[in-house]
């Protein structure tokens, strides 16, 4: 009685088909979290896919590019907008990615994946993480789900800049007027000098904003705005206190 030959297909070793379920169970996870990859209404359309993203508000002040230069797109005059050109895949460039997130000022850079390790690496905060850990779960955030942009400044920069140089050069030719009238005192001279020598310097800064494109992070920082406005305030001030 003869016996029954077994196939090659089915003499397949043990180690064998384990391997292939341990990959078909690795994709199978890496399905499922993709799928869980949260898709940030206001994320950048730049971005390639994956879970790290930007929202396209950096600065363009380097400091993230500097942090992971392989994984996000170089800034030049043809590119003013932060955004992620490759996903980390390996250990050291997560974390290159990580410091990125980190080092923005203006909370441009997020993840949206579903990563414990990386959540807690990045401070299990709202500002930078779509999913927050809570009670040992996973919560999508308020922001995410709204996708809450930073307001666009009523006022520009510049706008501020050339507004402030226009007033304190009329407050220079007032003083001037006031200065050469009869049985005036030579005191305006001091004041003269400083008004004239502000909105020179604040004229310059308003040539150089415009010069700038409206995306570098000088026409868009807070800072610069603030100075500016406080200037501004200053100046009609003064011009008021003058014509009165």
Same mark, same amino acid.
């Given at each position: 009685?003869?016996?029954?030959?077994?196939?090659?297909?089915?003499?397949?070793?043990?180690?064998?088909?384990?391997?292939?379920?341990?990959?078909?169970? $690795?994709?199978?996870?890496?399905?499922? !979290?993709?799928?869980?990859?949260?898709?940030?209404p206001?994320?950048?359309?730049?971005?390639?896919?994956?879970?790290?993203? *930007?929202?396209?508000?950096?600065?363009?002040?380097?400091?993230?590019?500097?942090?992971?230069?392989?994984?996000?797109?170089?800034?030049?005059?043809?590119?003013?907008? /932060?955004?992620?050109?490759?996903?980390?895949? /390996?250990?050291?460039?997560?974390?290159?990615a990580?410091?990125?997130?980190?080092?923005?000022?203006?909370?441009?850079?997020?993840?949206g994946?579903?990563?414990?390790?990386?959540?807690?690496?990045?401070g299990?905060?709202?500002?930078?993480?779509?999913?927050?850990?809570?009670?040992?779960?996973?919560? $999508?955030?308020?922001?995410?789900?709204?996708?809450?942009?930073?307001? !666009?400044?009523v006022?520009?920069?510049?706008?501020l800049?050339?507004? /402030?140089?226009?007033?304190?050069?009329?407050? *220079?030719?007032?003083?001037?007027?006031?200065?050469?009238?009869?049985?005036?005192?030579?005191?305006?001279?001091? $004041?003269?000098?400083?008004?004239?020598?502000?909105?020179?310097?604040?004229?310059?800064?308003?040539?150089?904003?415009?010069?700038?494109?409206?995306?570098?992070?000088?026409?868009?920082?807070? *800072?610069?705005?603030?100075?500016?406005?406080?200037?501004?305030?200053?100046?009609?001030?003064?011009?008021?206190?003058?014509?009165g």
């Amino acid at each position: 009685m003869g016996v029954a030959k077994t196939r090659p297909s089915e003499k397949r070793p043990l180690k064998q088909t384990a391997k292939l379920t341990g990959a078909a169970v $690795l994709v199978l996870r890496e399905m499922k !979290k993709s799928a869980m990859d949260h898709i940030h209404p206001s994320r950048c359309p730049l971005n390639v896919a994956g879970p790290f993203y *930007t929202l396209g508000t950096c600065m363009a002040c380097e400091a993230p590019e500097a942090e992971a230069p392989d994984l996000l797109a170089p800034l030049t005059d043809d590119n003013l907008i /932060t955004h992620f050109v490759k996903q980390p895949a /390996t250990p050291e460039e997560i974390e290159r990615a990580c410091k990125a997130i980190q080092v923005c000022c203006v909370t441009d850079l997020r993840y949206g994946g579903t990563d414990l390790a990386i959540v807690k690496r990045l401070g299990n905060g709202p500002l930078v993480c779509d999913y927050t850990i809570q009670d040992g779960h996973l919560v $999508l955030s308020d922001q995410a789900v709204r996708g809450d942009m930073p307001k !666009k400044p009523v006022v520009s920069a510049r706008l501020l800049a050339w507004y /402030t140089s226009v007033v304190l050069v009329i407050d *220079t030719l007032l003083l001037l007027f006031v200065s050469v009238a009869p049985g005036a005192e030579n005191r305006f001279l001091t $004041l003269q000098v400083v008004f004239a020598a502000s909105a020179f310097v604040i004229a310059l800064l308003g040539v150089v904003l415009a010069w700038l494109p409206r995306a570098h992070w000088c026409n868009r920082s807070s *800072t610069m705005r603030g100075v500016l406005s406080v200037a501004a305030v200053v100046a009609s001030i003064l011009l008021a206190l003058s014509v009165g």
